[in-house]
């Protein structure tokens, strides 16, 4: 089975400027999590969706919004981008339809702020 | 809520020796406890998981890790370390009431000498 894939792998973009990142999960994988990872503040969880509907949300400011396709497939937008925002995001499937759940990472997108 | 805490943020070992990650969490109810591995660049790699059942468990590469409910803690071990065993360490914690969601230890960056 193929693992979870991100793209793109890497992006650059200046302050003020909004950015989509891609994540499909492993297939038969329902549940779709995304992570910020920052060497400040480690790894934090940004959200949960399942069934196209945010499930869980973390702590993280409106700027940040993602949405689930019918496919299972999830993106995550940033809008006005901050230099903070520069940052490792990972996302992670599972099943989630039983419990307890597993989560599969991907490779993450690298993104850089300028 | 849950946390986790790792308290060594850097440990070095050498070739050959035992190696031991210590892992403490927060938790009211029986947690789900994960430990990943992630390598330079790369996503996480799920080493080994707890839900229940027989405390220690075995996982990947090697690794075994032993829950403790009396303490709280949920530690790695590997026997004898290789030098592809370098990498960044994280324990994490699921709880059933926060689907879709793992709380993140800080990490603990292992680096292997000859």
């Known amino acids: 089975k193929a693992g979870v894939t991100q793209t793109p792998r890497y992006l650059i973009k200046t302050r003020g400027q909004q950015v989509t990142l891609s994540c499909s999960p492993i297939?038969?994988?329902?549940?779709v999590s995304w992570y910020q990872q920052t060497p400040g503040q480690g790894l934090q969880f940004l959200f949960e969706?399942?069934?196209?509907?945010?499930?869980n949300k973390g702590n993280f400011p409106g700027r940040f919004s993602g949405r689930q396709f019918s496919n299972s497939r999830s993106e995550m937008n940033v809008s006005t981008l901050e230099l903070g925002d520069s940052a490792l995001y990972l996302c992670?499937?599972?099943?989630?339809?039983?419990?307890?759940?597993?989560?599969?990472f991907g490779p993450g997108t690298r993104l850089t702020v300028l | 809520a849950q946390s986790v805490t790792q308290p060594d943020i850097h440990i070095t070992v050498s070739e050959g020796a035992s190696l031991e990650l210590r892992c403490n969490y927060s938790?009211?109810?029986?947690?789900?406890l994960f430990w990943y591995v992630q390598s330079p660049g790369q996503g996480l790699q799920l080493l080994l998981k707890?839900?229940?059942?027989?405390?220690l468990v075995q996982g990947i590469k090697g690794f075994e890790a032993e829950f403790k409910r009396s303490q709280s803690s949920f530690n790695l071990r590997k026997p004898s370390v290789h030098w592809s065993d370098a990498a960044e360490y994280f324990c994490?914690?699921?709880?059933?009431?926060?689907?879709?969601?793992?709380?993140f230890g800080a990490g603990t960056q292992v680096v292997v000498t000859p």
């Open positions: 297939s038969g994988h329902r549940s």
């Open positions: 992670a499937s599972s099943t989630r339809g039983e419990a307890p759940f597993t989560q599969y």
């Open positions: 707890y839900f229940s059942g027989d405390t």
């Open positions: 994490a914690v699921g709880a059933s009431d926060s689907w879709g969601k793992l709380q």
């Open positions: 938790y009211g109810a029986t947690p789900y």
């Open positions: 969706y399942f069934s196209e509907t945010q499930r």
